[in-house]
């Protein structure tokens, strides 16, 4: 039982490249979260989904799309990366009937 | 405006010394979480507080919800190298109709040997 994990683990990206972030969990949770941390910011939620086929947005979402195709996955793409996209990204899940999320270990993105 | 104060944002302190840090809001909460996130990780849940006044305990770590149910506090006792991390409270707050979770920015505890 893997949990959540997160691919890849670092990475670097020229301005104007694009790029795909992937999250896999495999508890059968219906709800799945893509965060991204800053400095003195906390967690900041990008986008989210309450279950397969379905994504909504969250407090940040500009400049990143996402899809659901499996339940099991929850992709984040940036289509055009800027420098104030450079930040660790987090992506979560968690059960319908429970309220603990269950974050991966993180993507941490450079952007330059 | 945060939703969620935490605070202090940074403490260092030497191994088996006390601390407290503190979440403060002025709204109010049905529940609080707490969270620890330890370098290169993601954040692990460590509890849930549900009831005005209510104390819980994890081993050293004391988590007590306030009374009107808008603040918390973590107390370590006997503060140990492996609680360095980053303590993250968070709630559930309806922000466009749906229900989400909201974290603070967290306190960056340092414990030295």
């Known amino acids: 039982n893997a949990g959540v994990t997160q691919t890849p683990k670092f990475r670097v990206l020229k301005t104007g490249q694009s790029m795909t972030l992937l999250c896999a969990q495999d508890?059968?949770?219906?709800?799945m979260y893509w965060y991204r941390q800053d400095p003195g910011m906390g967690l900041r939620l990008i986008h989210y989904s309450v279950g397969e086929g379905t994504t909504a947005k969250g407090e940040v979402p500009d400049g990143y799309n996402v899809s659901r195709l499996k339940k099991q996955n929850f992709l984040l793409g940036l289509e055009s990366a800027a420098p104030s996209q450079t930040s660790v990204y987090f992506c979560?899940?968690?059960?319908?009937?429970?309220?603990?999320?269950?974050f991966g270990p993180g993507t941490r993105l450079t952007v330059t | 405006t945060q939703l969620l104060e935490q605070s202090p944002q940074f403490l260092s302190i030497q191994e088996g010394e006390n601390l407290t840090v503190y979440c403060n809001s002025s709204s109010v909460f049905s529940s609080l979480q707490w969270y620890r996130q330890e370098p290169g990780e993601g954040p692990v849940l460590l509890v849930t507080v549900v009831t005005g006044g209510e104390v819980k305990k994890l081993k050293r770590l004391t988590f007590q919800f306030g009374d009107a149910r808008k603040d918390s506090s973590l107390h370590i006792t006997a503060a140990q190298p492996g609680d360095t991390g980053l303590y993250l409270c968070a709630v559930r707050s309806i922000i466009q109709g749906a229900q989400k979770l909201v974290f603070g920015q967290g306190t960056r505890l340092t414990i030295n040997p």
């Open positions: 979560a899940s968690r059960d319908s009937g429970n309220y603990e999320q269950y």
């Open positions: 508890m059968n949770h219906e709800y």
